[in-house]
Nanobody, 122 residues
Framework: QVQLVESGGGLVQPGGSLRLSCAAS????????MGWYRQAPGKQRELVATQTSYSTNYADSVKGRFTISRDNTKNTVNLQMNSLKPEDTAVYYCNADRVRDYSLHYYSGDYWGQGTQVTVSS
């Protein structure tokens, strides 16, 4: 199976920066897509940023402020968050989709981390 572990959340003032990291472990040959989602209190989970080997996708609300990056050799994904706003406050979840094992078979479904809290407040 596959496990995702996130780190890097915390409390930051408006205008500040945080860097989130996520590492995938298990019997993994490769991962097609990795990304970040977030869920604020009382709201649905929403896409923040995702990346494959050929495309990167950002939510309009974070474009120009957040940067996603991957290290495919280590099965990690990072999210650099700059110019943070109070509306960025949420639990941030790492996601891995279309994961293959060493037999080159896709695991069923996608995988989520446990979530890390990001709070932007003065």
């Amino acid at each position: 199976q596959v496990q995702l572990v996130e780190s890097g959340g915390g409390l930051v003032q408006p205008g500040g920066s945080l860097r989130l990291s996520c590492a995938a472990s298990g019997s993994i040959f490769d991962i097609t897509e990795m990304g970040w989602y977030r869920q604020a209190p009382g709201k649905q989970r929403e896409l923040v940023a995702t990346q494959t080997s050929y495309s990167t996708n950002y939510a309009d609300s974070v474009k120009g402020r957040f940067t996603i990056s991957r290290d495919n050799t280590k099965n990690t994904v990072n999210l650099q968050m700059n110019s943070l706003k109070p509306e960025d406050t949420a639990v941030y979840y790492c996601n891995a989709d279309r994961v293959r094992d060493y037999s080159l078979h896709y695991y069923s479904g996608d995988y989520w981390g446990q979530g890390t809290q990001v709070t932007v407040s003065s």
